[in-house]
């Protein structure tokens, strides 16, 4: 998994409570990544970051904010959750070298609003 | 133009048979072609990735086709296996780019 933890694995939560995803990484890569994956859309971008404080928008970036404070963690925020945000969210950093451009995903953490 | 869009949703293969998965795009400036394979309740894993200077890769028993007229790109699993069962998710940047477009994924099936 490179390194990459994601928390929590599992949250069941209300529709309108805040909510907050952690995912945390070992190994200083500059890039990370917070993907949604549901049933027939594949992987969607929601935000990324290239650098502590440089965030930007994905695909899918409404009701979503992120922030990271320091290189290690990329919390992803949902600051009045909706039943349209039941998904798996994945974590991932981007690792590239002179011939490859890698991304290494978490293990997911499935959210269920109610 | 961003988008990359693969097919079939699903497939069945009987073990020892041919897997092949398709997908196309659009935008011409994409560089890097990866395909990920995913397995219930785990992150995707980079399996092959092929840039369109060749034609084929070939990694054991998995292979990128690459039509770059075409603008289409195809995974092949040959002699597959039950163990191939999972998701696979194309996917497509630009060198320099900061992002990935993926595909919508493929659950593959593979019956004993």
């Known amino acids: 998994d490179a390194g990459i933890t994601q928390s929590p694995r599992h949250k069941v939560t209300e529709t309108g409570t805040p909510v907050t995803l952690r995912c945390h990484q070992t190994?200083?890569?500059?890039?990370m990544y917070w993907y949604r994956q549901d049933p027939g859309h594949g992987l969607r971008l929601i935000h990324y970051?290239?650098?502590?404080?440089?965030?930007d928008k994905g695909e899918v970036s409404d009701g979503y904010s992120v922030s990271r404070s320091k290189t290690e963690d990329f919390l992803l925020t949902l600051e009045s959750a909706t039943s349209s945000q039941t998904s798996v969210y994945f974590c991932?950093?981007?690792?590239?070298?002179?011939?490859?451009?890698?991304?290494?995903f978490g293990p997911g953490t499935r959210l269920t609003v109610l | 133009q961003q988008q990359v869009k693969q097919s079939p949703q699903s497939l069945i293969v009987q073990k020892g048979g041919i897997s092949i998965i398709n997908c196309a795009y659009e935008?011409?400036?994409?560089?890097?072609f990866p395909w990920y394979q995913q397995f219930p309740g785990k992150g995707p894993a980079l399996l092959i990735a092929?840039?369109?200077?060749?034609s084929e890769k070939k990694e054991g028993r998995f292979t990128i086709s690459f039509n770059k007229s075409a603008k289409q790109f195809s995974l092949h699993i040959m002699d597959s296996q039950p163990g191939d069962s999972a998701t696979y998710f194309c996917?497509?940047?630009?060198?320099?780019?900061?992002?990935?477009?993926f595909g919508q994924g493929t659950r593959l099936t593979i019956n004993p």
């Open positions: 190994e200083n890569h500059r890039y």
């Open positions: 935008n011409t400036a994409f560089d890097y």
């Open positions: 970051s290239y650098g502590v404080k440089d965030t």
């Open positions: 991932a950093i981007r690792e590239r070298t002179a011939s490859t451009d890698t991304q290494y």
């Open positions: 092929i840039r369109p200077d060749v």
């Open positions: 996917a497509a940047s630009i060198q320099g780019a900061q992002k990935l477009v």
